[in-house]
């Protein structure tokens, strides 16, 4: 009897010494708007949860090689047998774009997928036209072809240095993952002529020579063009159409310039 009464005092002994240690452990909560105390659900309702890069980034800057062609050409403002004395070769008339500056703007809160991109770029453009037409400007500043002959191997050229600032509307695909995007791009570009001439290369007594003629050719000063621009990874594409003629109204023949090409690399 005596070892019950023992046991039974023991027992009640150990009850209310567990009773209370269990009394001084102290439970912290999360708040209700964090989930597992690491992501504050309030957080995600206001400002969303980007996964995506943190800055809109576009595509201008880079180097690009195209191939140049005049469209809509009309002639009318010269005699018959004149006509299209500035038609060109394509695959020999070339652009060279060195796009140096890009500034990037996204439009989107929580995302980079959208948005402005504008910079600063520099244009060589080169027109191949026939071997033994090259241009010049009568009395009244007109262009007027005149026909050389200094060799049967002669090439003529018409060229062009302008200054491009563009302003475009950017949109991009995350694919597989989000560094790879498919972009395309479109806008305007405004266009400021730096330079003009025209070159004629020939050979005289088995030498190279070569006639070149700086002048303005009343070639716009400015002008405005519609681009575009599509691409993944390593291949990127773009195309421009001038707005307005090359020369200035009665000065020259209708011709709208255009350019097709790549980018070689990108900054």
Do not use: C
């Not at 912290?28 to 957080?43: H, T």
């Not at 400007?137 to 262009?143: H, P, S």
């Amino acid at each position: 009897m005596k070892r019950i009464i023992l046991v039974f005092f023991a027992f009640i002994v150990a009850l209310h010494t567990y009773s209370q240690s269990a009394d001084s452990i102290i439970v912290v909560k999360s708040p209700a708007s964090r989930l597992s105390g690491l992501i504050d659900i309030q957080d995600l309702v206001n400002h969303g949860y980007n996964f995506w890069e943190d800055e809109f980034k576009g595509h201008w800057a880079g180097i690009e090689l195209g191939i140049n062609g005049f469209a809509n050409s009309d002639y009318s403002l010269y005699p018959s047998e004149e006509n299209n004395f500035l038609q060109n070769t394509m695959l020999l008339s070339n652009t060279l774009n060195l796009n140096i500056l890009q500034y990037s703007m996204g439009l989107q809160q929580t995302r980079t997928t959208i948005g402005l991109v504008t910079g600063l770029g520099i244009s060589f453009q080169g027109y191949r036209i026939d071997d033994n037409t090259t241009i010049s400007l009568d009395e009244n500043q007109k262009v007027q072809p005149k026909y050389l002959n200094l060799s049967s191997s002669q090439k003529s050229k018409v060229a062009m240095v302008n200054l491009e600032i563009p302003l475009l509307v950017e949109f991009q695909i995350p694919i597989k993952n989000y560094a790879n995007r498919l972009y395309f791009s479109a806008g305007l570009t405004g266009v400021k002529r730096l330079e003009t001439h025209t070159k004629v290369k020939y050979r005289k007594d088995g030498k190279r020579e070569k006639l070149k003629s700086p002048g303005n050719y009343s070639v716009r000063d400015y002008k405005v063009a519609g681009t575009i621009r599509i691409g993944y990874r390593w291949v990127n594409l773009f195309a421009s159409y001038d707005l307005v003629t090359l020369f200035y109204d009665y000065k020259g023949p209708v011709l709208y310039p255009f350019s097709i090409g790549v980018r070689l690399i990108s900054f």
